[in-house]
């Protein structure tokens, strides 16, 4: 089935650092939706984007619907320990809006 | 509090055994739905449900069965079926009409022996 582009696929940074991730699709989205797992548990809805150029933050988190509607990113600014996980885009095709498409998700790993 | 709840959390079966995973919410939630998890495969969609009594096939429903008698709960049955059915097993529910804003429940891990 469809997929989104997530990019990158894992990321090990330092306490404090910045980090960005990434995702595109091939085809025009009205909704994206950001998600961060841990492990063994359910994904947990961080930010949810319903307009291109859209910029919505939650806390030291902030991510953007882009202007051509086929992608999106997630920042995450002085990063902790506790932002640990899998972080998963997901999207709502435009002209499918009855399904959900996920990206393969990006893992992040923060040294202390 | 309003949430998802999935159990069991961990489940172990017997090849040619079929299992049930329950999923019950108290969100008043219309819409449920079953993903299956597999590393490097993010999250794939098994079947959803949009209204009591009522539920559609998603990309990977076969081996699976599902029902929705109440608005709470949306069991999903692994049956034999299944040729692969070892896997992280989520739930979810929205309250939109359409697949956005969805929660999840905390996850179910079935391994087969």
């Known amino acids: 089935g469809q997929q989104l582009n997530q990019s990158p696929q894992s990321m090990f940074i330092q306490e404090g650092e910045d980090v960005s991730m990434n995702c595109t699709s091939s085809s025009i989205f009205n909704t994206w939706l950001w998600y961060k797992q841990e492990p063994g548990e359910g994904p947990v809805l961080l930010i949810a984007l319903y307009k291109a150029g859209e910029l919505t933050s939650n806390g030291r988190l902030t991510a953007q619907f882009g202007i051509t509607r086929k992608d999106s990113f997630l920042n995450i600014s002085a990063s902790i320990p506790s932002d640990v996980g899998i972080y998963f885009c997901a999207g709502q095709d435009a002209g499918n809006n009855r399904k959900l498409i996920w990206g393969l998700g990006t893992s992040l790993a923060v040294n202390p | 509090d309003g949430g998802i709840t999935q159990s069991p959390k961990y489940l172990f079966r017997k090849e040619g055994q079929n299992v049930t995973l329950s999923c019950e919410q108290n969100?008043?939630?219309?819409?449920m739905y079953w993903y299956r998890q597999d590393p490097g495969q993010g999250l794939r969609l098994i079947y959803y449900s949009q209204i009591v009594n009522d539920f559609q096939k998603g990309d990977i429903a076969e081996g699976y069965s599902v029902s929705r008698e109440k608005k709470e709960s949306f069991p999903l049955t692994v049956t034999s079926a299944q040729k692969n059915p070892t896997a992280f097993y989520l739930c979810a529910s929205t309250a939109y009409g359409t697949m956005k804003e969805l929660f999840f429940g905390e996850g179910s891990r079935l391994t087969v022996l």
């Open positions: 969100l008043n939630h219309d819409a």
